[in-house]
């Protein structure tokens, strides 16, 4: 324990006693029975801040404490230099915080500290545990595995709950969340399915010939897509079973305090205690609340593994999720609209936005702006059937109607948290919007219980996020560690029929936290080798980073809107982790002939009103 002067709150000095040996003995046995009697027992004083350090440390790890500030023990009846000479006879030890944990001594704060660091903490608070499990976690996608696997590989008792209640379309998956089942891998495989369309077209060009007809087999697509995700399925309950997880496909409910009951397919129910929780049940497409929704439309859970091609399919939304599905589908060559309520991507880049559905409309893909579905009724059963769609403007008393084979709906998503009995334990959600307010360290406002990945408010929406978060809560829990997921500056593509990657602020953004006259713009528009030859337009890719004129033109966001616009973001948003400026994107030799190096050799900012157009090679 340190001795450096200053560095704890000091017991005041004993002096004269003026106790009884009586009254001595008693308070001595007072404080031994609080010991005794609790896990975790803190002598602490209110305005110490080293106290008030492990106070923070002890909440982190989601453990209850009991707490006697030694400034306030007036309640006790006694004087506080009497309960202080009698504590520090039984310890040894004069200063503030003074801490045990089941019985045991600990010490001061950087005693405490330094067994979180090694990991004698977590053995000696995981003694006499009277629980099932040391954590169970809710869910099992991306990121409640990665953390519950890398809590039994630290050596703890680990539960997996997943359960997929069925989509309205009765649509259900197998372990691995939205985006193994229903997101990020079937959407990209059905990308590169389109991607290939427009090579077979550009590969004329280049000399390839052929005379047959070239057609898209939904079907064929479909079986292999989902085969692929059958064996992740497998592997991922493997890996569980390789670090002795347990896994129960069943659906979590707390019934009280530390308590779950787990009800399976068959409405069997069972209970399990945990010393923490985890929540990442994630998010599920969001309807309409119209007439037909539900029993017509179907979403992003349903579409993936739809056994039947969609036909002429109308989309409604203007989310990401919305023009992905849009760009494939109309890629494989289906007739395709979009149906826009308000702006296309909110919360991205708008300049970027617009260029995005400006390509795909140029491509064959319709837009109805400003219209919003007020019923959907069914024309024909079938497979696919056909559905009418009425529709009303937003801006005035006009109404459309229009008949499509299927009508996908991707207006957003719900946290999955209203059914899981968060309410009996207190934990607090956002009333509106079902997200779980959580600190710095995911806690919850209920010590035990943690939570990671879409389910948060204010967080990411993306499955890189939430397995790095769900791999560091528990590092932090169990392994002694302290690194905290860093949510600034997290790089992500919009996989539509040309991507879009961006990192860091949008335009808007930037604007609104630094101000205008602050940052410098450099953009320009560019020409992929491989759309030469093929006669793609010139003046559609587009790059641009926003930079801090007075943070030594630091680049503060990212933009690109080309090909494999997923692979170049990847690599400068590394730079960026690093502090990227433009001097160093000056300084840095591009690779020739790339869609990255553009950013190599960018000149033209926005203020200078150039013309940036190409007009050749």
Not at 134 to 139: K, R, S, T
Not at 213 to 226: C, D, G, L, R, Y
Not at 405 to 411: D, G, M, P
């Amino acid at each position: 324990m340190s001795s450096l002067p200053g560095r704890r709150a000091r017991l005041s000095s004993p002096g004269t006693s003026s106790l009884s040996p009586e009254a001595r003995e008693e308070l001595r046995r007072r404080l031994l029975g609080l010991i005794e009697g609790n896990r975790v027992m803190i002598f602490s004083k209110s305005y110490c801040p080293h106290s008030t350090r492990v106070k923070e440390l002890f909440s982190s790890l989601g453990v209850e404490c009991n707490i006697l500030e030694l400034d306030q023990v007036g309640k006790w009846n006694d004087d506080g230099a009497n309960v202080q000479e009698v504590l520090s006879e039984i310890t040894n030890q004069r200063t503030v915080p003074n801490i045990f944990v089941n019985k045991i001594h600990m010490g001061g704060c950087d005693r405490t500290f330094q067994a979180h660091q090694s990991g004698l903490l977590q053995k000696l608070l995981q003694e006499d545990s009277t629980y099932d499990y040391d954590l169970i976690v809710i869910g099992g996608g991306s990121g409640g595995l990665a953390c519950a696997q890398e809590a039994a590989i630290l050596g703890k008792k680990v539960m997996v709950l997943d359960f997929v209640v069925p989509s309205p379309q009765g649509t259900s998956w197998g372990l691995g969340g939205t985006c193994v089942n229903v997101g990020c891998v079937p959407k990209k495989l059905m990308h590169q399915a389109a991607l290939l369309g427009q090579a077979l077209s550009d590969s004329r060009k280049f000399g390839w010939e052929y005379n047959q007809q070239v057609k898209h087999n939904w079907e064929i697509m479909t079986e292999a897509i989902q085969n692929h995700i059958g064996s992740l399925n497998w592997s991922y309950r493997l890996s569980l079973r390789e670090k002795t997880v347990a896994y129960v496909n069943s659906y979590g409910e707390f019934v009280k305090h530390h308590k779950i009951k787990a009800t399976n397919g068959k409405g069997q129910e069972t209970c399990y205690t945990a010393a923490k929780f985890v929540i990442a049940t994630g998010e599920r497409p969001r309807y309409l609340g119209i007439q037909g929704d539900k029993e017509y439309c179907i979403t992003s859970d349903d579409l993936f593994s739809l056994p039947y091609c969609p036909g002429k399919t109308l989309v409604v939304g203007a989310s990401y999720v919305a023009l992905e599905c849009a760009g494939f589908l109309a890629g494989v060559g289906l007739d395709v609209t979009v149906m826009v309520r308000s702006i296309l991507l909110r919360g991205f880049d708008q300049e970027m936005a617009e260029k995005v559905g400006s390509y795909m409309e140029q491509h064959g893909v319709k837009f109805l702006r400003k219209f919003i579905p007020v019923m959907v009724q069914q024309l024909e059963k079938g497979s696919p059937g056909k559905l009418k769609v009425v529709a009303k403007s937003t801006e005035g008393p006009e109404t459309i109607e229009g008949i499509y084979n299927t009508v996908l709906l991707a207006i957003g998503r719900d946290s999955s948290t209203r059914k899981i009995g968060l309410e009996k334990i207190g934990v607090k959600i956002n009333e509106k919007s079902g997200k779980i307010p959580v600190n710095d360290m995911e806690q919850t406002n209920v010590p035990y219980v943690y939570a990671v990945g879409d389910v948060l408010e204010g967080k990411l929406e993306l499955t890189p996020v939430a397995i790095q978060a769900g791999k560091l809560l528990a590092r932090r829990l169990f392994g002694g560690r302290l690194e905290k997921c860093d949510y600034i500056n997290v790089p992500t593509t919009v996989f539509t029929p040309l991507e879009y990657g961006c990192c860091g602020l949008s335009e808007e953004k930037a604007i609104e936290v630094h101000k205008k006259e602050n940052l410098e713009v450099y953009h320009t528009l560019f020409w992929p080798l491989e759309w030469t030859v093929a006669g793609r337009d010139n003046n559609t890719c587009y790059a641009k980073i926003i930079c801090n004129k007075f943070d030594n033109n630091r680049v503060i966001g990212f933009h690109i809107l080309g090909p494999n616009a997923g692979e170049v973001t990847q690599g400068f948003a590394a730079a960026m982790k690093c502090g990227l400026t433009k001097q160093l994107l000056d300084d840095t030799i591009g690779i020739h002939p790339t869609c990255g190096e553009v950013f190599t050799t960018l000149e033209i900012t926005k203020s200078s009103g150039l013309d940036i157009s190409q007009k050749g090679c």
